[in-house]
C-alpha cells in the first residue's frame, strides 16, 4: 500500500503539485527508473518546455507499463529543470497535477545549467511500489 503524508505542521505542499511524504506498506516490489526526458520515439526533443514535461511523463507512463506498473504507484520523483524560474515551476505544478491528481509523490526539483543532450530541458525518475 502507498500512502502521502502531509503533517500539518509543515506547508502545505499540494498546491506545488507534491507531498512531504511517502509510505510504502505491504508486499510488492520496488521499481527504479532512470531518468527520463522529452525525447520522442525517433530521439527528437519537442521545442518547448511544457511539451518536454509531457513527453517525459508519457515516457515514465511507459517505462512502469513495461514492468507491469502504472503511474499512480509512483511513491517518488525527482525533477530536473534548465533554465528554472517562475514560468517553469507553473508548467511543472500544472502537468504534475494533470498525471497524478490527488496522489501526488514526493518530489524532490533540481534546477540545473544543462542536461545529457543539446535542446534538453527536462528530466524526470522515479521510485514506484508495483503491488503483488
Do not use: W
Not at 520496488?30 to 520515439?41: D, H, P
Not at 518547448?48 to 515514465?60: C, G, K, P, Y
Not at 499512480?72 to 533554465?83: E, G, I, N, S, W
Amino acid at each position: 500500500m502507498l500512502s502521502f503524508i502531509n503533517p500539518d505542521v509543515l506547508y502545505d505542499p499540494r498546491p506545488n503539485a507534491y507531498s512531504h511524504v511517502a509510505v510504502v506498506r505491504g508486499g510488492g516490489a520496488l521499481a527504479y527508473v532512470a531518468g527520463q526526458g522529452g525525447e520522442r520515439r525517433d530521439g527528437s526533443l519537442p521545442d518547448t518546455l511544457e511539451e518536454q514535461i509531457r513527453q517525459a511523463f508519457e515516457n515514465l507512463r511507459a517505462a512502469l507499463e513495461a514492468v507491469g506498473g502504472r503511474l499512480d504507484q509512483v511513491a517518488k520523483l525527482t525533477t530536473y529543470v534548465v533554465d528554472y524560474d517562475e514560468s517553469a515551476h507553473v508548467s511543472l505544478a500544472h502537468a504534475t497535477r494533470e498525471v497524478f491528481g490527488q496522489a501526488l509523490p514526493v518530489q524532490t526539483l533540481v534546477p540545473v545549467g544543462r542536461l545529457a543532450l543539446p535542446g534538453m530541458r527536462f528530466e524526470v525518475d522515479a521510485v514506484a511500489h508495483l503491488r503483488t
